[in-house]
C-alpha cells in the first residue's frame, strides 16, 4: 500500500473509531458448520420492533475455534433436546468480539416463550451474573445493533430490552443487564 493510501486509510479509520463505529465480522452459519433448519418457523415482517439482549448462560469462549465450537453446541442442544426448529438466537456474540449468524431474522426466534413476535434474538456466548463480557464482545454487539438498522433487520427507532423483561429468566444475567440499560435505545417497557 502507498503511502498516501495508507494514510487515507488510517484517516479512515481513525475517523469510523471516533464516530463509535467498530468493524462488524459476523461468522456465517456455513463457517460454524450449522445444522440446517428441521422444520417450519414462523416468519416475522422486518424490520423488527425491539431488540432483545440474552445471554445463553453456559460455558464462555474467547477464541474463534472455542466460539464456533459453542455455536454449534447451543444448536444441536436446542435442536435435539429441546426440539427447536433450529438455533434460537438470531445471532450470538462471543468473547472474542466475532458475531455468530444464527437463525434469518425474518424468522421469528424462540427464547421467550409467547413474548419472541417482533424481536431480534441476540445472545452472549457464556454466563454473565458475575462479570460482563469482554470489551470486544460488548463493542461487537454495539455494530450489530447499528448494523442491523442499517440492513433493515431493526427500525430506527427500535426498543432495547433484556431477556427478563419478557421471561421468567435471570438472562441476560445481573452484569450483562446493567450494562445494557446504558446503551441507546433502552427501554424499561
Known amino acids: 500500500m502507498s503511502?498516501?493510501?495508507?494514510?487515507?486509510?488510517?484517516f479512515l479509520m481513525a475517523l469510523a473509531a471516533a464516530?463509535?463505529?467498530t468493524e462488524l465480522s459476523?461468522?456465517?452459519?456455513?463457517?460454524?458448520r450449522a445444522r440446517p433448519p428441521n422444520g417450519?418457523?414462523?416468519?416475522?415482517?422486518?424490520?423488527?420492533?425491539?431488540?432483545?439482549?440474552?445471554?445463553?448462560?453456559?460455558?464462555?469462549?474467547?477464541?474463534?475455534?472455542?466460539?464456533?465450537?459453542?455455536v454449534s453446541s447451543i444448536q444441536?442442544?436446542?435442536?435435539?433436546?429441546?426440539?427447536?426448529?433450529?438455533?434460537?438466537y438470531h445471532y450470538l456474540i462471543g468473547g472474542n468480539g466475532l458475531v455468530y449468524e444464527g437463525r434469518s431474522p425474518s424468522q421469528q426466534g424462540a427464547i421467550a416463550a409467547g413474548n419472541n413476535a417482533g424481536s431480534l434474538a441476540i445472545a452472549f456466548i457464556g454466563n454473565f451474573d458475575e462479570q460482563p463480557p469482554t470489551d470486544a464482545a460488548l463493542a461487537a454487539a454495539q455494530?450489530?445493533?447499528?448494523h442491523a438498522v442499517r440492513q433493515g433487520q431493526l427500525a430506527e427507532n427500535y426498543q432495547l430490552l433484556g431477556h427478563r423483561q419478557l421471561s421468567a429468566t435471570k438472562s441476560p444475567g445481573d452484569a450483562l443487564y446493567v450494562v445494557v440499560q446504558s446503551w441507546p435505545h433502552w427501554s424499561s417497557i
Open 3 to 10: 503511502f498516501g493510501w495508507s494514510v487515507l486509510f488510517g
Open 19 to 21: 464516530n463509535g463505529q
Open 26 to 32: 459476523i461468522v456465517s452459519r456455513a463457517d460454524w
Open 40 to 70: 417450519e418457523m414462523t416468519m416475522m415482517t422486518l424490520p423488527l420492533s425491539r431488540a432483545v439482549i440474552a445471554h445463553t448462560a453456559g460455558r464462555g469462549c474467547i477464541d474463534d475455534q472455542s466460539c464456533a465450537a459453542q
Open 76 to 88: 444441536t442442544y436446542q435442536m435435539m433436546r429441546m426440539k427447536y426448529s433450529d438455533i434460537s
Open 143 to 146: 455494530s450489530l445493533l447499528d
